[in-house]
């Protein structure tokens, strides 16, 4: 026991140490900014507590994490934030979560994917009695500020359980200087978009830069579900049918599979089927990819320059219009949620108070990620700052408005769900027959409905 | 006197030719050992290569082979918050469980080696022929029940599955190679058995004994599976440290190799200390069957 | 002559800890993992157990995935193990003399299989990256085609074995090795007079005086091989789509990322029925050889 408390003092004050020497010139900053001390609600009332939380590997954590310091000096509170990659985050988190850990106390989690299983197995703390309790939230921080459509992705019958980080839509990112090289126009339907990414690959071979790839997307399992799923509504596809079976292999659901499958097969990277957003974002912005079709969250790469050699060259379009006439983008969210085994809830609330308060939500959007808050993206100091693209901002803008929020299978068991469709999209990639594998998917997803329900 | 000369010269030529064979022979054997050597090696050469250049030299199409090292990769691991901890609690865990390893093995171990308990082997080693994977669900399902989830007893308790099978089919040889006579001297001198196993063959055995702790502690620093899922902030060993490399927006491949070279160091390090007595354990157990 | 009580039962006293262990952390998760196999459970309280009966291991035969990760894990088996040891007795014959710094090299030699899976393993697949890799820029240095390795379907079980080939060859070649050099010097010397030529001494004389030692490493390897994770769950995390998870990888995401611990079970307890069926058969095949 006492080696425990050593070991954890040691751990401490490292912690400390470091993170004091990391988030020193943030620091100062944001207290010559002047942040408001308002009465009723003191920062300080958790002092002394440490609040451990998990992240999953994102753009979000990466511009939060060097702030935390700021954070540990406005309250007190010492703050353990631990990121991980992606699949490892998903594990640790059940993990912990299903084990009543008390070592975890707040956490990423994205609303479509994990708000049902977690919900029904109690793993998530409602946050409404802290939202309305005024001597527990910052009068600042003012809940309405958040985007509704989005904050009620968080709400289930009645109760809100997190808080959105920020809000996310696939775009099309292209390079606009091979654009106007080759004459190109930007493509408004799928069939445009299949038109533009053939006449690239004979453009880009001809000016001897076969190693361009004209197109790059998700193809990797799950993953490509989140995309993928923009191409099945295009289609006028669906999740389930009335009667609650699943959909996937409806005549809809094959064109969709066709048309993507047979896009990145032909116009994609020939590994396409192992990369997700980390390998694409990196094909497109090492220049070797001459369109992308991801989160606009990836802004925050492909026009930064310390990751970026394609700064200056990046234009944003909305997703290309489906045999409809219309586009039928899908809207996600990552937002921070209480763990109910926590055992230090109040100061976790604190931490995501001041996560997610205006000026880390503006800081955040300036940073290229799309903010929840309105007003983040109303502020002038936005509009005026560095790296600004009118361009995103109306793109993301207009599929907000007409974006769906269903971008995963609404059952309780999403990760099978995912994988069931993700099975059919690589099989579809690597030319097997898309009915004989949406049917198997539909096989699967059935069982995920069956075992776990909806 | 003509055909003395002619016999001498064959002789001498023969003897040239034999030399000349003799000296290529050597130097194809040293070739192709070098060889060998290299593409046995290789990945560490490019580990630590990759761990001493920047992310553009990396990222390069074509290699860099002649470049400026740099130790800003190694910096940045080291300034990650919780690599150290993470070293930490491997140290801790593998210590731990080598430790405990020892002290129940070892007897066990002694027991098979003097009463031929071949049953008692074969059930404790079969131990080695289920997935890891198969303990997995169970075991957290009663930690989850004791609350025991990221603590080192969790840990710990789970790296004995890797160590104590290691440790008594190793001793078990070892011990085997302990005469009996010095034994029984001293128990006609009047000692016990248990005194006798103290105090004659525990010291006798130290190198097997040196040998299994090293190898039981790789093997255990080694260990990836338990740790991903049962560790916690508390207790998060190395190797999932690795991990974190791969982050959004690019895998950071300097810092990356840089990771690989600090986790792999210390068990590279042991190794090369104890490699007579790891060669000489692991081939015993397996050429005695 | 002193006698505890201790002394006079230690046959059982002295491997009792040991016992105790192992019907702790093995024999109960075993029992615990039969019970899961025939449940519906998850994680947490949703949704609640419940018996099925065989209906688990019904929905694994029926599974295309199951069939398809039993094989790879033979798939992969197959192409490792006999390189291995292969690769292993002929290193195991160029170290079988004396030689300048025999020492380091034999040190030199056991780093593969010493140095800690995930760290090497990642670093393979940084070697093996289809556009950045160092590996494919050997290849195209000798004019050879550019390959995906373990992005291409087809290719993802072999490039998995060629990592593990790399790691545990020095295993097979060190007890080759072991058992190479205690074979007496007579025995080497009655082959030479004898006049076979080398190739002649190898196959008939010395393979068959090291058979023991190789007949029990190639079981260990094999069924090591069977169980091979750590490579694959770093290098490929059984991709791409399935092509290279084997029947443990998928047992492993049935649990931990499709939350089906009843599942999950019934795939674990049909591994390990074909692991101990495996090991058997070997067995019986090395003692019939005896």
Do not use: C
Request: no cysteine; hydrophobic share 50%; net charge neutral.
């Amino acid at each position: 026991m006492t080696r425990k408390i050593l070991i954890a003092l040691a751990l401490s004050v490292l912690l400390v140490g470091v993170s004091f020497a990391n988030g020193q010139k943030e620091a100062t900053k944001a207290m010559q900014a002047g942040t408001t001390q308002a009465a009723g609600f003191n920062w300080k009332a958790n002092s002394g507590q440490t609040v451990n939380v998990v992240l999953d590997s994102h753009p979000w954590q990466k511009f939060i994490q060097p702030l935390a310091a700021e954070f540990e000096a406005k309250s007190g509170i010492h703050l353990d934030l631990q990121a991980y990659p992606e699949d490892q985050f998903r594990q640790k988190l059940l993990v912990n979560l299903s084990a009543g850990s008390t070592s975890v106390d707040s956490y990423m989690f994205m609303p479509a994917q994990d708000l049902a299983l977690y919900g029904k197995n109690g793993w998530i703390q409602p946050i409404d009695s802290y939202l309305n309790d005024p001597s527990k939230t910052s009068p600042n921080f003012d809940v309405n500020d958040f985007f509704k459509g989005v904050r009620a992705s968080y709400d289930v019958n009645g109760k809100t359980y997190g808080i959105p980080l920020h809000v996310e839509t696939f775009i099309l990112f292209y390079r606009t200087d091979l654009f106007k090289k080759f004459g190109l126009e930007v493509p408004q339907t799928m069939d445009q978009l299949k038109a533009v990414a053939e006449k690239l690959k004979q453009d880009l071979a001809a000016a001897g830069e076969s190693n361009v790839y004209p197109i790059a997307m998700r193809g990797k399992t799950p993953d490509a579900t989140s995309s993928m799923v923009n191409f099945l509504f295009s289609w006028g596809g669906t999740w389930f049918n009335a009667d609650g079976s699943s959909a996937l292999d409806s005549p809809a659901s094959v064109q969709a599979l066709t048309y993507y499958a047979g896009l990145l097969s032909k116009f994609g990277p020939p590994d396409a089927t192992s990369n997700s957003w980390q390998a694409d974002t990196q094909l497109f912005a090492q220049g070797q990819a001459a369109m992308m079709y991801d989160s606009n969250v990836f802004k925050a790469i492909v026009s930064n320059p310390q990751s970026s050699k394609v700064v200056g060259n990046v234009g944003y379009a909305p997703l290309p219009a489906g045999p409809d006439g219309k586009r039928h983008p899908t809207v996600l969210t990552w937002g921070l949620g209480i763990n109910t085994a926590s055992q230090h809830k109040d100061a976790a609330w604190d931490f995501i108070q001041w996560a997610l308060d205006k000026q880390n939500q503006l800081g955040y959007l300036q940073a290229g990620g799309p903010s929840a808050r309105a007003s983040a993206w109303e502020s002038p100091d936005f509009l005026s700052s560095n790296g600004y693209s009118k361009s995103w901002v109306d793109v993301s803008n207009l599929q907000y408005s007409i974006a769906k929020g269903d971008w995963n299978p609404p059952i309780v068991n999403v990760q099978q769900g995912r994988n069931a469709y993700g099975l059919a999209i690589v099989s579809a990639i690597q030319g097997n027959d898309v009915s004989t594998a949406l049917k198997d998917s539909v096989k699967r997803m059935d069982q995920a409905v069956k075992e776990f329900g909806r | 006197m003509k055909i003395g000369n002619e016999l001498h010269n064959a002789w001498t030529s023969a003897r040239k030719r034999t030399r000349v064979r003799r000296w290529t022979r050597n130097s194809f054997f040293y070739f192709v050992l070098v060889v060998v050597m290299i593409i046995l090696l290789f990945p560490f050469i490019w580990m630590i290569l990759t761990s001493l250049r920047t992310q553009v030299e990396n990222t390069s199409a074509v290699p860099v082979w002649f470049f400026k090292p740099t130790m800003e990769n190694y910096r940045s691991v080291l300034d990650q918050h919780h690599f150290l901890s993470y070293t930490l609690h491997s140290f801790i865990v593998a210590a731990l469980a080598t430790g405990i390893g020892l002290v129940i093995g070892l007897p066990a171990a002694y027991s098979i080696s003097r009463y031929k308990q071949k049953r008692l082997a074969f059930a404790i080693l079969s131990a080695r022929v289920t997935p890891y994977i198969t303990f997995l669900v169970p075991w957290f399902a009663a930690f989850r029940f004791l609350h025991m989830v990221d603590t080192y007893t969790a840990l710990v308790s789970t790296f004995l599955i890797v160590s104590l099978p290691l440790i008594i089919w190793l001793m078990i040889t070892f011990f085997d190679d302990v005469p009996v006579d010095l034994e029984e001297a001293a128990r006609i001198d009047g000692a016990g058995e248990a005194e006798a196993f103290l105090k004659i063959v525990v010291p006798l055995s130290t190198p097997g004994i040196v040998a299994s702790a090293i190898l039981a502690f790789i093997f255990s620093w080694n260990q990836f599976l338990f740790a991903l899922v049962l560790s916690g902030p508390h207790t998060q060993t190395v190797p999932v440290a690795v991990f974190n490399f791969i982050t959004y927006g690019e895998i950071n491949y300097g810092g990356l190799a840089a990771a690989a070279v600090l986790i792999t160091l210390p068990v590279v390090l042991l190794s090369l200390f104890i490699q007579r007595w790891i060669v000489q354990g692991l081939t015993m157990g397996a050429v005695k069957g | 002559m002193r006698s505890s009580w201790i002394d006079r039962n230690l046959s059982w006293v002295f491997p009792l800890p040991a016992i105790l262990a192992v019907l702790l952390l093995i024999v109960g998760p075993v029992i615990a993992n039969l019970a899961f196999s025939v449940q519906n459970r998850s994680w947490g309280i949703f949704p609640v157990p419940s018996f099925v009966g065989l209906g688990n291991f019904v929905s694994a035969f029926e599974d295309s995935r199951f069939w398809s990760s039993a094989l790879n894990m033979f798939y992969l088996t197959i192409i490792a193990v006999p390189a291995e040891a292969i690769l292993g007795l002929a290193l195991a014959l160029l170290l079988n003399r004396d030689f300048f710094l025999k020492g380091v090299v034999r040190s030199l030699v056991l780093l593969p299989m010493i140095a800690t899976p995930v760290a090497v393993a990642l670093i393979w697949s940084l070697m093996m990256n289809p556009e950045l890799g160092v590996l494919n820029y050997f290849l195209q240095s000798l004019h050879l085609h550019r390959s995906l390795w373990a992005t291409s379907p087809a290719l993802a079980i072999p490039s998995i074995a060629l990592v593990d080939i790399w790691e545990w060859t020095p295993f097979m070649a060190l007890i080759m090795l072991a058992a190479l050099q205690s074979l007496s010097q007579d025995q080497m010397e009655a082959a030479k007079i004898d006049g076979a030529n080398a190739l002649q001494r190898l196959f008939r004389i010395i393979l068959p005086l090291i058979r023991p030692a190789v007949v029990v490493a190639v079981i260990l390897r094999t069924i090591d091989a069977l169980k091979t994770f750590d490579i694959i769950y770093v290098i490929t995390q059984g991709g791409p789509g399935t092509a290279s998870e084997t029947l443990n990888v998928y047992a492993f995401k049935s649990s931990f990322l499709y939350l089906r611990i009843g599942y999950s079970a019934s795939l674990l307890v049909i591994l390990a029925l074909v692991v101990v069926g495996v090991a058997a058969i070997l067995n019986i095949w090395a003692r019939g050889e005896k």
